[in-house]
């Protein structure tokens, strides 16, 4: 039985891992904002250090 233990939580840690590739596979870079709030002040992430938010500009 121990066994079948492990191939259930090797199963599960295989579709999370599936499931996580599926929903960020698109962003490159940092995915998630971490709260620092200094886009807040000046429009710039401090991860990525491109213009976000409402004082963004329309890039060209």
Do not use: F, H, N, Q
């Not at 620092?36 to 890039?59: H, S, W």
């Amino acid at each position: 039985m121990p066994l079948m233990g492990w191939v259930l939580l090797i199963g599960v840690g295989a579709v999370v891992a599936l499931w996580e590739y599926v929903l960020s596979k698109g962003t490159r870079g940092p995915s998630r904002c971490i709260g620092c709030g200094k886009c807040d002040r000046d429009g710039i992430c401090i991860l990525t250090g491109k213009p976000v938010g409402p004082r963004r500009r329309p890039e060209k």
